[in-house]
């Protein structure tokens, strides 16, 4: 099963890289609301590799990359791979207003901006397509 594996994590990394370019949107109208407009594509870039405001989102872009890595290997992922990053994959982008790193400053982002709550919601459809939330019952069998 080696092309539903592929699948699944070619779904994931997508639905993943439409969140992330979601909170790039939203960190940079912070930026240039709290700090100062960006100038140009070329400033953009390089406070995103750079600047500490944007430091937490490469978590999630370092994610991306492990997927496309994965991906990319000549030995396909299996279903038992698929199904660890998704998990690991869902724990990552599970915001926590007590927690720390990426999970707190994603939730001050879902508090902050409507667009990133609604690009957390089409993540967890990604997530509810490729497989059951761990611990979700199952439908019931008569």
Same mark, same amino acid.
């Given at each position: ?8 994590? $070619? ?7 439409? @969140? ?12 240039e ?7 140009? $594509?070329?400033?953009?870039l ?8 944007? $430091? ?20 396909? /992922? ?13 724990? @990552?982008? $599970? /915001?926590?207003?007590? !927690? ?17 709550? @609604? ?15 761990? !611990?979700?019952?199952g439908?019931?069998?008569?």
């Amino acid at each position: 099963m080696p092309d539903l594996a592929r699948q699944q994590l $070619t779904d994931l990394r997508n639905g993943l890289l439409r @969140l992330h370019l979601g909170l790039l949107d939203s960190e940079r109208a912070a930026y240039e609301r709290d700090v100062k407009r960006i100038a140009g $594509t070329g400033e953009y870039l390089n406070l995103v590799l750079n600047d500490p405001w944007f $430091t937490w989102l490469r978590e999630l872009s370092q994610f991306v990359v492990l997927l496309d890595e994965t991906l990319d290997f000549a030995d396909p /992922p299996t279903l038992a791979d698929a199904g660890r990053l998704i998990a690991r994959a869902r724990a @990552l982008v $599970t /915001p926590s207003e007590s !927690g720390a790193g990426f999970a707190k400053r994603y939730d001050e982002a879902m508090q902050r901006d409507p667009a990133v709550v @609604l690009a957390h919601g089409a993540m967890m459809q990604v997530f509810a397509a490729l497989a059951p939330e761990p !611990g979700a019952a199952g439908p019931e069998k008569n």
